[in-house]
């Protein structure tokens, strides 16, 4: 949803097809071919079907030239979010075998069978509350996509502000909207593209309207065709500079989104747009039907996402936006070589490579590209991740740092300053010794999110922060409860942080062991630790300290000293780092 594209060709949305022309893929580059794509059959059911805007087909896989999805086959395993009722899922699909293609309702967690019932029976209320004069306002005119659906038209502004301007208009069926969940997927995106429509590279938002049939969502019209075009136009390489121009676009866009606790989930070169077809015309970002609402410390587990663009803790079905920092670095590991850095000719193939695979940053043209831009993509393409940048910080990364540019605020800084304020005095400890280590071009971040949260007379409190984040605040950010982290920073209300403490709150140890001069940081930071914060911990005390059971006790024993009871050098870098379960379970 959200495609507005004003190409007079089919504008085919995740679950849609349509037989237009296929690209086939010779290695891992793009070259287009002429193979007709086969729609999928009409009578086959789709069990996996909770949402209409779910799709039948793993979701990004179009019939128009793409490199995110494998050409010249119809792909079988869906990539949809599983119902959250499994149980009545079963039972619908045991119900559903053999009949029509109609859709078999599913319904919400905790719904249960009468409310499949009522469903299947069409009592759901599909009034949104929109305007219903749409036919006053506006004027269509030709159809520039069509899929199964909905359909998006060109329109033009009869009536009120919009008068005589052109618009894009995506119209959807209230007729395919046959479960609760698909009638909030749509409520859901509309409420997303008006609380961020603001943002300069965000596809604007004008009005949604309804009627007996069909909801209406007239956005910006953008004329310029995705990036995916412009990709493929250029045989499927960006100049350095050229690429960029378009990755900082995209990063600026995403921090916002990730400031307000919106997740994008599918981010691929489709859903990118140019307002015009000027060379130089900017990025808009569209289609927020898979989007949804993320507080700071939460996780999503819905299967979502484009094959190609897939983060691994998707797969894994816990994620958060840092999913959305891997899509980026895909993309800008096209626009850097023209090929996907994960590739396969099946689903179960490309997932097995993006779970598995490392990308190649060593075969042609990878040799002529900067250490910098290489770096870049290594620190997003990265399968854990915490070690990811989010995207204020890719923003600040030498490759695109610019001074004189100005640095989004960034709630991963909320996220890091929470935790170090409810950590123990003695981890606090570590952490200052560790931020007194990081290298110069480390702290360019720092101190621009330092700056963003204008401290008074040098110095930060809890108020500071609160007024940084309301500055930036819209209904996107209350709908997903980012706020409410201040319950979780409270100790700040009762003392100052300086920019040296901020540094060691601010700072995240996985990320920095990404660096090539980890071990030097870390020896030297240990230096620090032994001469103002280390000092005699028994092994259940430092357990405890990891929050950990009696069963790691083992794990920890020999991270102390023997000789004085202090935590050796191994101990610290293990200690900032922290034991998984996954660690300490025996092998």
């Not at 024993?557 to 379970?585: A, C, E, M, P, Q």
Request: net charge positive; proline share 6%.
């Amino acid at each position: 949803m959200g495609h507005c594209c004003s190409k007079n060709v089919p504008a085919v949305r995740n679950d849609e097809t349509s037989p237009t022309t296929a690209t086939a893929a010779t290695g891992n580059h793009f070259t287009p071919s002429s193979t007709a794509y086969t729609p999928p059959s009409s009578n086959d059911f789709n069990s996996f079907a909770a949402s209409p805007f779910q799709s039948p087909l793993p979701a990004g896989v179009r019939p128009s030239p793409s490199p995110a999805r494998t050409p010249g086959r119809k792909f079988k395993w869906p990539l949809p979010p599983p119902s959250p009722a499994k149980p009545i899922m079963a039972i619908m699909r045991r119900r559903g075998q053999g009949k029509s293609h109609k859709e078999v309702p599913i319904p919400e967690d905790g719904e249960g069978a009468a409310a499949a019932a009522a469903a299947a029976e069409g009592e759901l209320d599909k009034s949104f509350g929109y305007a219903k004069n749409f036919p006053v306002r506006f004027e269509l005119g030709k159809e520039v996509g069509r899929g199964h659906f909905g359909h998006t038209c060109w329109a033009k502004g009869k009536k009120g502000e919009l008068r005589g301007q052109n618009v894009a208009v995506k119209i959807i069926s209230k007729a395919k909207m046959t479960t609760a969940i698909s009638i909030e997927d749509v409520r859901r995106e509309v409420k997303l593209m008006k609380a961020l429509s603001g943002h300069k590279h965000m596809i604007k938002f004008h009005d949604a309207f309804e009627d007996a049939n069909n909801v209406y969502i007239v956005m910006e019209l953008c004329e310029g065709g995705e990036l995916l075009d412009r990709i493929l136009s250029r045989g499927g390489r960006y100049t350095e500079e050229d690429a960029k121009t378009i990755i900082l676009q995209i990063l600026s866009v995403v921090a916002f989104c990730h400031l307000q606790g919106v997740v994008h989930r599918d981010l691929k070169p489709e859903n990118f747009l140019f307002t015009t077809r000027d060379e130089d015309a900017p990025l808009k970002i569209i289609d927020f039907g898979l989007s949804d609402y993320i507080r700071p410390d939460q996780r999503l587990n819905d299967i979502v996402g484009s094959a190609y663009y897939v983060a691994p803790e998707v797969l894994h079905r816990s994620y958060s936006v840092e999913a959305d920092m891997w899509s980026i670095g895909v993309i800008a590991y096209i626009l850097l070589c023209g090929s996907r850095p994960f590739w396969a000719r099946t689903e179960s193939g490309i997932f097995r490579s993006v779970l598995r695979a490392d990308p190649n940053l060593d075969d042609s043209p990878w040799p002529a590209v900067s250490r910098e831009a290489k770096d870049f993509v290594k620190r997003l393409l990265n399968k854990d991740h915490r070690k990811r940048m989010s995207a204020a910080q890719a923003l600040t990364h030498p490759w695109l740092r610019d001074e004189n540019r100005p640095v989004p605020l960034d709630i991963f800084i909320y996220k890091l300053v929470k935790s170090y304020v409810r950590t123990t005095p003695f981890k606090r400890a570590a952490l200052q010794a560790l931020s007194k280590a990081i290298p110069e071009d480390e702290l360019f971040y720092l101190k621009a999110q330092f700056k963003l949260l204008e401290p008074k007379d040098g110095a930060l409190s809890l108020s500071n922060f609160k007024a940084a984040l309301m500055s930036n605040v819209t209904d996107a950010m209350k709908d997903s409860r980012v706020l409410d982290i201040f319950n979780m920073m409270e100790p700040l209300s009762y003392k100052k942080m300086w920019f040296e403490e901020f540094c060691a709150a601010a700072i995240s140890v996985h990320q920095l062991e990404t660096l090539d001069d980890w071990e030097d940081i870390a020896k030297k930071a240990f230096e620090y630790f032994e001469r103002d914060g280390n000092r005699v911990i028994s092994v259940q005390e430092l357990a405890t300290e990891m929050n950990l059971g009696p069963t790691a006790h083992s794990i920890v024993n020999d991270w102390i000293r023997i000789t004085d009871g202090k935590l050796s050098f191994l101990g610290y870098t293990k200690f900032l780092h922290g034991v998984t379960i996954r660690n300490t379970r025996p092998r």
